[in-house]
Each structure stands twice: as structure tokens, then as C-alpha cells.
């Protein structure tokens, strides 16, 4: 089984739906993270936790929220998604201690379409 | 904020051509991250440098972090068609979360 595992990993959805990502891990990492990729364009940070109780925006937050249910859990929401949501969707994990310190492990992304 | 410019944007190689990709930061930073992204793959960690003027190789490829800590290499040697795919450079500042390049894809033609 994968350590970061991410579902839906394809979704088709219309324009104004509420979509929910989710992302679990087994690593046992105390971070997590939701990118999006888009073409060109990088990987940009949306939201980042570095523990249960802590949740921070990263470069382009708005439209998403996020909710970190479980250390090994932190789903991503589009409340009303919109077309220019549409991209592709990593969830990563990394943690702050030993040797791998801030290492990313990638999920295998979730690509989203918004009609 | 900080950011990460990275080029060239793509790079189309003959097998057995070297490549390079450049990583530039803003800030000065405290460590910087290679990752390889392989078509309809996710990002994959490949090395981490820390210190100034820090080179690291592995087989083919030799990693290089700046005297000022403000920019980074990635160099193939004689290319394979095994190593396509889109080269990320990311780095911090500190206890933030990385910041990554936009990358570097690269084709092999054999």
C-alpha cells in the first residue's frame, strides 16, 4: 500500500459543487501539505499543517479550505468549485525530525475537472 | 515572499547529450531539494543540500548548492531515455514549507 494516499484520484465535476479531496497517510509525519500543478506553472502551496492543531495558508488559499482530521489525515474542500480550479492535486507529507527532516513524500495526485 | 526561478523551462536532448537545469532563489536559504517528476508520475525526492558550496552526485547526476546559498544545480552526464521526465528545485528559508521552481522538462530523443 502507498504511505500517501490520495482520493478521488480522478474527479469531473460542474462548475459551483462542493468537492472534497482527501489524503491519508501511514508515515507517521507530523506535516502535511495540498499543492496544486498546474501546466507551467510549478507546484504552488494551497494549505499547509505542521500538526493537528495547526492549520496555514499557503500561496493560493482562497476558494479552498482544508480540514486536518487526524495526524495521518488532511482533506482539501472547494466549497463552490470553478473551472479555473480545475489542475491536478498533490498531497505530501514530511516531518520535521531525523535525518529526512522536511523530505516530501508525494501522493499520487487527484485531478480534478470543473465544468 | 520568497521565490524560485528555474530554467530552462524544457530542454530536448539527444541520448547520450549532458543536461543542466538552474535554480535561482530571492532569499538566502537553508537548504534546497531536487525532486523528479516522471510523466503521469507525482514528484519523487531525489537529494537534499545543505551546505555552502555542497556538491553531491549520484551516478549520473551532480548536485550543486552555491557559495551564497542562493542557487542550485542539477547536472546529467550522457542522458538516458530513463531520465525524462520534469526536474523540481525547492527550497526554505527555515522552518517553512519549501518553495518550488516551476521545473525543467526534460525530453530524450534516442
Known amino acids: 500500500d502507498a504511505d500517501v494516499t490520495q482520493t478521488p484520484r480522478n474527479r469531473i465535476t460542474k462548475t459551483g459543487k462542493r468537492i472534497m479531496l482527501e489524503c491519508s497517510q501511514t508515515k507517521g509525519h507530523d506535516r502535511m501539505y495540498w499543492y496544486r500543478q498546474d501546466p507551467g506553472l510549478g507546484l504552488r502551496l494551497i494549505y499547509y499543517?505542521?500538526?493537528?492543531?495547526?492549520?496555514n495558508k499557503g500561496e493560493i488559499s482562497d476558494g479552498y479550505s482544508v480540514s486536518r482530521q487526524a495526524q495521518a489525515k488532511f482533506s482539501l474542500s472547494l466549497e463552490s468549485a470553478i473551472p479555473n480550479q480545475t489542475a491536478l492535486y498533490f498531497c505530501?507529507?514530511?516531518?520535521?525530525?531525523?535525518?529526512?527532516?522536511?523530505?516530501?513524500?508525494f501522493g499520487a495526485g487527484s485531478r480534478l475537472t470543473v465544468l | 515572499g520568497q521565490q524560485v526561478m528555474q530554467i530552462p523551462q524544457y530542454q530536448h536532448v539527444q541520448e547520450g547529450e549532458d543536461f543542466t537545469t538552474y535554480c535561482n532563489s530571492s532569499?538566502?536559504?537553508?537548504?534546497i531539494q531536487w525532486y523528479k517528476q516522471r510523466p503521469g508520475g507525482h514528484p519523487v525526492f531525489l537529494i537534499q543540500?545543505?551546505?555552502?558550496?555542497e556538491v553531491k552526485k549520484q551516478k549520473r547526476l551532480t548536485f550543486q548548492f552555491g557559495e551564497a546559498k542562493k542557487n542550485s544545480s542539477l547536472h546529467i552526464t550522457a542522458t538516458q531515455t530513463t531520465d525524462v521526465g520534469t526536474y523540481f528545485c525547492?527550497?526554505?528559508?527555515?522552518?517553512?514549507?519549501?518553495?518550488f521552481g516551476k521545473g525543467t522538462r526534460l525530453s530524450v530523443i534516442a
Open positions: 543540500l545543505v551546505k555552502s558550496g
Open positions: 505530501a507529507t514530511s516531518t520535521a525530525y531525523l535525518s529526512g527532516a522536511n523530505v516530501l513524500t
Open positions: 532569499t538566502t536559504l537553508s537548504n
Open positions: 499543517s505542521f500538526d493537528v492543531k495547526d492549520i
Open positions: 525547492a527550497g526554505t528559508s527555515g522552518n517553512t514549507p519549501l518553495v
